[in-house]
């Protein structure tokens, strides 16, 4: 369809490419429901997929695992072939690798705590600025005491510890709020009832895993299953955001590459940035502004440009903007914005058009050789080549069973780690209690009178740090016991899964 530099994306008056070499200068692709935004997403992958980039997809919908296979069942995608006389277009599947934080849809995704840290696990949690600071605290002790925090149990582990030393360690790092440990426990269990524990541990994902190419050459496109994941809109926008992270932190500076490393389509983008703290978003718009020298380009998918803030939106160069309604004040609002942002080009009026775009039909302006916008331009968008919708779910399965990275992420390891270690230290002191020798009032001979008792109670002595290591592992060891059988036996009255 295309040379192996470009990606024909629309025709309209002319056609439209977006630029290999420009890819990584980020983008946007907007629009409100039902107007095409998936089918927009998938030709796109697939014109990486060809040019030998690997793409990352949050399949929120369920229906992108088509991408594996050769469309030709899709009356109005023969339709579209013929009306933009698409004379080299022909149906080809795409090489596919499925993620699931769950493990059912695909591979296993999991990050440890530790790579989470405390800025995105403090937004997870809903955190205010004194609780986040406790949090911060919690790795800054794990980190110095040589203590790995992997899972969930790691993490409320150290939690316990924190607060039962928290007398001894204030004059080290500051004092540490009752209140605010408990707010985070609360927070802890409530994400694992999310499903939560699932995302943490190991194996960890290997970014290189993602960054991939078949034997052909052709890019691998990596499709996260994300239907019940939004079901927690912030695990998901956190998780999609930690990977964004990693990449950033991980992967070499190259410049400005004739073509992308990987392509990073963010669906959903509104839930990225919805209440999230200012901290936050200047973290965010940094990872944005200087990831593209890493190679990577971010594509934002949302239905309303309003949705991304404008330090962000400013370096989005190349724009797919869908059709928008203008029913209501903030709607006419978000058009004339989205007009704006446009090259102007005397043949649209962009602020009419945009409201009767048809379903498949967009405004368009990519990133030309020298990296300026080009003028808007009203197209159709071509067609996918792969299968419009899901696959069979057996189909899916058979293609998760025959990837390379088959058996390495699906069995769970649960290694050595703060939650061991702590438990393994308030063993020692036991035993270092039992042998030490016990003190005994000397004898009174029969002359000598018996002290009397004392008749108020002296105070009794402060738990040495020993003591009160061991105190926080038995409590938390008890308590993740006790919890462990209320699940079981809920879960077996009430129908719920088993505990992995």
């Not at 899709?74 to 339709?79: D, G, I, Y």
């Not at 090489?95 to 405390?118: K, L, N």
């Not at 949690?125 to 992997?150: E, I, M, Y």
């Not at 009832?193 to 994902?205: C, M, R, S, V, Y």
Request: charged share 20%.
């Amino acid at each position: 369809m295309t040379n192996e530099n470009e990606i024909l994306v629309g025709k309209g008056a002319s056609e439209r490419y977006l630029l290999s070499a420009m890819a990584n200068r980020h983008g946007l692709v907007a629009g409100a429901t039902g107007t095409g935004k998936t089918v927009t997403l998938q030709t796109m992958a697939e014109g990486f997929s060809r040019m030998g980039v690997p793409t990352f997809l949050a399949d929120v919908k369920g229906d992108l695992s088509g991408m594996s296979q050769p469309g030709g069942k899709n009356p109005k995608v023969a339709e579209r072939v013929s009306q933009l006389k698409l004379a080299n277009f022909s149906y080809a599947g795409y090489p596919v690798t499925f993620w699931d934080v769950y493990g059912t849809q695909g591979h296993p995704m999991r990050a440890t705590v530790s790579e989470m840290g405390p800025l995105l696990l403090g937004r997870l949690l809903n955190l205010n600025d004194t609780q986040a600071g406790v949090l911060s605290l919690v790795f800054k002790v794990a980190d110095d005491q040589g203590l790995l925090v992997l899972d969930l149990k790691d993490l409320r582990a150290m939690m316990q510890y924190i607060a039962d030393t928290s007398g001894e360690i204030k004059t080290s790092y500051g004092n540490v709020s009752t209140a605010s440990v408990g707010a985070i426990q609360r927070g802890l269990l409530a994400l694992e009832q999310q499903g939560a524990a699932q995302i943490f541990g190991e194996p960890a994902l290997n970014l290189d895993d993602m960054i991939q190419t078949d034997s052909s050459g052709r890019g691998m496109i990596n499709i996260l299953a994300a239907d019940k994941l939004m079901q927690s809109p912030q695990m998901y926008a956190t998780l999609l955001l930690w990977l964004l992270s990693e990449l950033f932190e991980r992967l070499p500076e190259v410049g400005d590459p004739e073509k992308p490393k990987l392509v990073f389509f963010f669906d959903e983008a509104h839930l990225l940035f919805d209440e999230a703290p200012k901290v936050l978003l200047d973290k965010i718009e940094q990872v944005v502004r200087l990831i593209r020298s890493k190679g990577v380009g971010v594509y934002f998918v949302t239905q309303n440009p309003l949705d991304v803030p404008e330090d962000v939106l400013g370096q989005l160069g190349n724009r797919v903007q869908h059709a928008l309604r203008a029913f209501t004040p903030k709607d006419q609002k978000a058009v004339k914005s989205a007009a704006q942002t446009f090259r102007a080009n005397p043949a649209v009026n962009v602020e009419e058009v945009i409201t009767q775009l048809g379903v498949g039909e967009a405004l368009v302006s990519f990133l030309d050789e020298k990296g300026t916008p080009t003028v808007v331009d009203r197209v159709w968008i071509v067609p996918p080549q792969s299968q419009i919708g899901p696959v069979l779910p057996e189909q899916r399965q058979k293609i998760v069973q025959s990837s390379v990275l088959f058996g390495h992420y699906e069995k769970a390891i649960d290694r050595e780690s703060a939650y061991e270690r702590l438990k393994a230290r308030a063993g020692q002191a036991v035993q270092a209690a039992a042998a030490a020798p016990v003190e005994r009032a000397p004898a009174h001979s029969a002359e000598e009178p018996v002290p009397a008792a004392p008749r108020a109670p002296r105070s009794r002595p402060p738990d040495s740090i020993a003591e009160v290591m061991m105190k926080s592992a038995v409590r938390a060891a008890s308590s993740q016991v006790g919890r462990q059988l209320v699940r079981g036996v809920l879960g077996s009255l009430l129908g719920g899964t088993s505990r992995r």
